[in-house]
T-cell receptor, first 115, second 111 residues
Framework: NAGVTQTPKFRVLKTGQSMTLLCAQD?????MYWYRQDPGMGLRLIHY???????AKGEVPDGYNVSRLKKQNFLLGLESAAPSQTSVYFC??????????????FGPGTRLLVL | AQSVTQPDIHITVSEGASLELRCNYS??????LFWYVQSPGQGLQLLLK??????LVQGIKGFEAEFKRSQSSFNLRKPSVHWSDAAEYFC?????????FGTGTRLKVLA
């Protein structure tokens, strides 16, 4: 049982390049989240999904797109990377009503550097 | 507006001393409240959570937190800090779908 995994762990991009971050969970969770973490700012929600085929905007969605084609996967895309998107990205998942309702489980993070 | 405030950016305590990390929130309904810990270069690990019931909740690693509705607070406490507790601590408030995190408190433990 791997929990929440993220690919890649680290990536360097040049301004204007695109990339996709992959989040996978094996807990059959309905809800999935993408956050970015910047020094002194805590975690800020980028996008989230409440089920397969659904996505919604969070606090800082601009410059990012997401897709949830399969229940276990949540992809975060950067179409044209900017230096302001240099950050650590965390994926999280949580179950819908159940014993651990409300608790988010986090992946290990992806460190992204945009030059 | 919904928000979470952790007023202390850094806290330094001696090993064996007691610890209290502050968290205040603004939320329209009864929130779900969480404390997470993050060690350097790691993801976030849940310490404890409050959904309802007893306002004093126990978590892992000897931590506890008390929900005080009248003060909109959910402070984290530990009676005796260990060197391994040095990390960053995040308070979070959640509703049906979304969560809001505080900016974190970095704990340093002196030997």
């Amino acid at each position: 049982n791997a929990g929440v995994t993220q690919t890649p762990k680290f990536r360097v991009l040049k301004t204007g390049q695109s990339m996709t971050l992959l989040c996978a969970q094996d807990m059959n969770h309905e809800y999935m989240y993408w956050y970015r973490q910047d020094p002194g700012m805590g975690l800020r929600l980028i996008h989230y999904s409440v089920g397969e085929g659904t996505t919604a905007k969070g606090e800082v969605p601009d410059g990012y797109n997401v897709s949830r084609l399969k229940k276990q996967n949540f992809l975060l895309g950067l179409e044209s990377a900017a230096p302001s998107q240099t950050s650590v990205y965390f994926c999280a998942s949580r179950s819908s009503p159940g014993p651990s309702y409300g608790t988010q489980y986090f992946g290990p993070g992806t460190r992204l550097l945009v030059l | 507006a919904q928000s979470v405030t952790q007023p202390d950016i850094h806290i330094t305590v001696s090993e064996g001393a007691s610890l209290e990390l502050r968290c205040n929130y603004s939320y329209g309904a009864t929130p779900y409240l969480f404390w997470y810990v993050q060690s350097p270069g790691q993801g976030l690990q849940l310490l404890l959570k409050y959904f309802s019931g007893d306002t004093l909740v126990q978590g892992i690693k000897g931590f506890e937190a008390e929900f005080k509705r009248s003060q909109s607070s959910f402070n984290l406490r530990k009676p005796s800090v260990h060197w391994s507790d040095a990390a960053e601590y995040f308070c979070a408030v959640g509703g049906t779908y979304k969560y809001i995190f505080g900016t974190g408190t970095r704990l340093k433990v002196l030997a």
